[in-house]
């Protein structure tokens, strides 16, 4: 057959189906077939059991990429022009039920309306596929064109299927159907095939058509979906999670990796950082949000532990409160001392300015007592000696004057000199006493006082006012009262000091402890976080063992099923007498689907026992360190 243009634009060579430019045509050793469970619809059963001849864990399991023909993935195939085998060996990997369990179509297949409409899909998806097909081949059909078309249609769906011009025709009809299971393969009869536009056989015939229709259809559906499952390298994106997507990249550098290797080298450095470089480059912005992440946590760490060494703010606002009320007190007390001092003032200043009224009126007095004298002298008629007596007694007496005077003048010096002496001495006690005041201020003396201080008060006044120098200080005596209470705040201060650094030392050993247990359990973590990884690499060892053991039951169950299928073949040439022969032959068979089935539950088990025992060995670890971190945060 010719080449031919497909609806894509794109040349068909061979019988292969039709690829579009955006998707890669796979190479042999990804050949991909759509007898599965991915396509799904009321005409199609879901296959049995599921192909486990995987040898390599990252290969890809969807049954529409898997090839069964490769069950040894990375064999050296043979450089010479041999057609490769197809990926159903001889139909052995799906048998068709027996014509005692065959299923009925459900189809309405004998309805002509619906064979028209079969019809039609049969010509369209033919003419689509670049198959030259008149319109009216299938009214009529000969036993020529229907095998051509069945070849066609099935060469589509696997173009690597062995049909051989040696063989007969009925014979090469049945196994690719039972391949692709077909779920009505038991209803067909191979005489059919000889004519198969009988009446009788032409509505079960086009129903296969249809179906191989259907199911090519489903497979170009499926190539181009861009799935992640055809584990196509290109349409992987630059950042993903899906499993399918890190099958794709192994599925690409296995494919490379092998090329190489069939060129003789053993060592793949390009292909390997080329895979390390695709996964950099999706983890690059994980990276960069991690790195994000971290400087977060740990400005957030910071603040958190800067909280939680911190007070809380309502006992930090009770303090501050205590604080202020206590400062209230001292201020109440330093304004009631400051009003005590004022009154002392305004008495002191009202008894100055009442004595210089005396002084004053005295003078005032003594004017006017002058004056009266000098007008009695005036109107007095004395004799000379008289006068001169008079004169003499005047001269002595304003000498007793003068002189007194000077005594006054000196005297008044001296007072003013005792009175700036003694308004500096008072000036000075005045600034004594406020030291005093702002100290006990400072020192928080004010009261009440501590106990067992609490009834005594160790504040001064000075009253410049009071006749008596020993009345001018009020308060407490200075060595009764004073000294020995200042002795006694200063040992309170001391003592309450001792305790304070005793506490400070005993909180350094209870942290030095906590240290030494949150070591103590890092350890017992990083032993539980080995073991776990140890359960980890056993689980792995088991699975992989299990794997082994099921590739080699089911390559023994193949061998079984070959002999089966030689031991039906010799019993129909030779009779009856091969029976037991091929009892014992099924009867090893099914003991060995049993131990498959056995090894595989075993395996189950196994994998969810280790499973258990890692879920076991985490929620310990955090209750450990769950406990570990309530204790450091309740002390």
Do not use: C
């Not at 039920?97 to 369209?124: C, E, H, T, W, Y």
């Not at 005590?340 to 004017?367: C, F, M, P, W, Y």
Request: hydrophobic fraction near 35%; proline fraction near 6%; charge should be negative.
């Amino acid at each position: 057959m010719q080449p031919a243009a497909d609806p894509y634009g794109n040349m068909r060579h061979g019988s292969g189906l039709p690829v579009p430019s955006t998707v890669r045509k796979p190479s042999n050793t990804g050949r991909m077939s759509i007898s599965g469970p991915a396509l799904r619809g009321p005409l199609l059963q879901p296959p049995s059991t599921v192909q486990r001849n995987s040898v390599m864990r990252s290969q890809n399991t969807n049954p529409l990429l898997m090839s069964a023909s490769k069950p040894a993935f990375g064999r050296t195939p043979l450089h010479n022009s041999v057609r490769r085998g197809s990926m159903w060996p001889g139909g052995s990997q799906g048998t068709a039920p027996s014509s005692s369990q065959s299923l009925k179509d459900p189809r309405n297949i004998r309805d002509r309306n619906f064979q028209a409409k079969m019809r039609q899909d049969i010509v369209g998806w033919l003419q689509s596929t670049g198959y030259d097909i008149p319109n009216g081949v299938l009214q009529n059909i000969t036993g020529r064109d229907f095998g051509a078309i069945f070849q066609h249609l099935i060469s589509l769906l696997d173009p690597q299927w062995p049909f051989k011009l040696e063989s007969r025709w009925e014979e090469q009809f049945l196994p690719p159907l039972k391949a692709l299971r077909y779920p009505f393969v038991g209803s067909i009869d191979l005489r059919w095939l000889a004519t198969p536009a009988a009446p009788h056989s032409w509505p079960t015939l086009l129903g296969v058509l249809h179906w191989l229709v259907e199911m090519g259809k489903a497979r170009l559906h499926y190539m181009e979906s861009e799935h992640p499952t055809l584990q196509d390298a290109s349409l992987v994106p630059e950042e993903f999670d899906d499993e399918h997507h890190h099958h794709a990249l192994a599925m690409g550098h296995y494919l490379a990796a092998y090329e190489v290797f069939l060129l003789g080298q053993d060592v793949y450095p390009e292909q390997e950082k080329d895979l390390e470089e695709r996964y950099a480059l999706k983890d690059s912005r994980v990276i960069a949000d991690l790195d994000e992440k971290k400087e977060q946590l740990k400005a957030v760490t910071v603040e958190l532990q800067r909280l939680l060494k911190s007070p809380a703010p309502i006992e930090q606002l009770k303090e501050s409160n205590g604080y202020l009320r206590h400062d209230r007190a001292k201020f109440e007390e330093y304004i009631r001392v400051a009003e005590q001092r004022k009154d002392g003032l305004v008495n002191t200043i009202k008894h100055e300015k009442t004595e210089l009224a005396q002084t004053l009126s005295a003078i005032e007095q003594l004017k006017a007592e002058e004056a009266r004298l000098t007008s009695i002298v005036k109107v007095q008629n004395l004799s000379a000696e008289e006068v001169h007596r008079m004169n003499s007694e005047h001269e002595g007496l304003t000498r007793d004057l003068e002189s007194l005077k000077h005594k006054i003048t000196e005297t008044s010096k001296n007072a003013l000199k005792l009175e700036v002496s003694l308004t500096k001495k008072v000036t000075d006690a005045e600034e004594a006493v406020d030291a005093y005041t702002n100290l006990l201020s400072t020192l928080g003396l004010f009261p009440p006082l501590p106990h067992p201080l609490q009834d005594v008060k160790l504040t001064l006044a000075l009253n410049t006012a009071a006749p008596n120098a020993s009345d001018m200080l009020v308060g407490p005596g200075i060595r009764e009262v004073i000294k020995p209470s200042l002795a006694i705040v200063a040992e309170l201060k001391r003592t309450e000091r001792a305790d304070i650094e005793s506490e400070r030392i005993k909180v350094d050993n209870e942290l030095d402890q906590l240290t030494t247990e949150w070591e103590e359990r890092q350890e017992e973590t990083n032993e539980v976080l080995s073991k776990v990884t140890a359960l980890n690499d056993q689980a792995e060892e088991l699975r992989e063992v299990a794997q082994q053991e099921a590739l080699v039951s089911g390559a023994e169950a193949s061998h079984l099923e070959r002999e089966l299928a030689q031991a039906r073949t010799s019993a129909m040439a030779n009779g009856v007498g091969v029976k037991s022969r091929l009892q014992a032959v099924q009867i090893a068979y099914r003991e060995q689907v049993d131990r498959v089935e056995r090894l595989r539950d075993e395996t189950v088990r196994a994998i969810i026992k280790n499973s258990s025992d890692i879920v076991t060995f985490k929620e310990e670890v955090s209750t450990q360190l769950k406990d570990l971190k309530d204790f450091a945060e309740s002390n």
